[in-house]
């Protein structure tokens, strides 16, 4: 069992930037591809980042040259710094983790962290 837990969140001017924290619970965080993904009001939940264990990142069109996802697999963390928030970035941000192994897949999601970017 993962839990995580979203922080960082909050309201910023268009043009600001917001860090977002997401913190895991367990031993083996390391072994999971993490991800952060977002839901605006009457909008499906989205990817907007991930990194693979290895390190390896992916990113929406949306928010590349923008966002930056990281981890430190030391202290169970991932972050999202977000730079040049656009309105179009507010909605309800979640950390998730996915490890697949045979047979089994195991995703974890965290509560969210609101963000809203004004114009």
């Known amino acids: 069992q993962v839990q995580l837990v979203e922080s960082g969140g909050g309201l910023v001017q268009a043009g600001g930037s917001l860090r977002l924290s997401c913190a895991a619970s367990?031993?083996?965080?390391?072994?999971?591809?993490m991800g952060w993904y977002r839901q605006a009001p009457g909008k499906q939940r989205e990817l907007v980042a991930g990194?693979?264990?290895?390190?390896?990142?992916n990113y929406a069109d949306s928010v590349k040259g923008r966002f930056t996802i990281s981890r430190d697999n030391a202290k169970n963390l991932v972050n999202l710094e977000m730079l040049s928030l656009k309105p179009e970035d507010t909605a309800v941000y979640y950390c998730?983790?996915?490890?697949?192994?045979?047979?089994?897949?195991?995703?974890?999601w965290g509560q969210g962290t609101q963000v809203t970017v004004s114009s």
């Open positions: 367990g031993s083996i965080f390391s072994m999971f591809v």
């Open positions: 998730n983790a996915v490890r697949v192994v045979p047979g089994i897949q195991y995703d974890y």
């Open positions: 990194i693979t264990s290895g390190g390896s990142t």
